[in-house]
């Protein structure tokens, strides 16, 4: 008489997260005092979200803050650099230039920046919500028909 074995179930395992690059740690440090900041993996390099708002990315060590066109002035005057990469078609230039050397520094010293990137990444959020869509006005009933006799 053969006997069935019963193999018991190993209980699921979770998988810890990896710890963030020192860099990108760094950056999550500079960034806490606005808000919950969560990164993501994306294209080889990271993607900073604080209060799942999307306002920074990392390629090749270097930090990259939203801007937009009230902001682009500060960020040139401070000798930054936009965040530039090569597609076939060329070289393209997304709305995001480099965080100032000095900022890197402290929290303190990138709040400024930071929030510049915060209000930034809010009016593109802004731009893109979807436009409130008008309510149809009701349907006349239809006329009765008239009887002849």
């Known amino acids: 008489m053969a006997s069935a074995t019963k193999t018991a179930k190993k209980p699921a395992q979770?998988?810890?997260k990896k710890a963030d690059p020192p860099f990108v740690s760094h950056c999550v440090e500079l960034l806490a005092p606005l808000g919950s900041v969560r990164t993501r993996r994306m294209f080889g390099g990271?993607?900073?979200?604080?209060d799942e708002l999307f306002l920074a990315l990392i390629a090749n060590e270097r930090l990259f803050l939203k801007v937009n066109?009230?902001?682009r002035a500060a960020f040139e005057a401070a000798a930054c650099e936009?965040?530039?990469?090569d597609a076939k078609t060329g070289s393209i230039a997304l709305g995001y230039w480099s965080?100032?050397?000095d900022a890197l520094e402290s929290a303190t010293q990138m709040q400024p920046w930071a929030r510049m990137a915060q209000q930034?990444?809010?009016?593109?959020?802004?731009a893109k919500a979807k436009p409130v869509r008008r309510v149809a006005k009701p349907l006349r009933p239809p006329r009765a028909k008239a009887t002849t006799k």
Do not use: I, R
């Open 69 to 71: 066109a009230h902001s």
């Open 46 to 50: 990271w993607g900073l979200y604080v």
């Open 82 to 85: 936009p965040f530039v990469y």
């Open 99 to 101: 965080a100032p050397a």
């Open 120 to 126: 930034a990444a809010l009016s593109a959020q802004a």
């Open 14 to 16: 979770k998988t810890a």
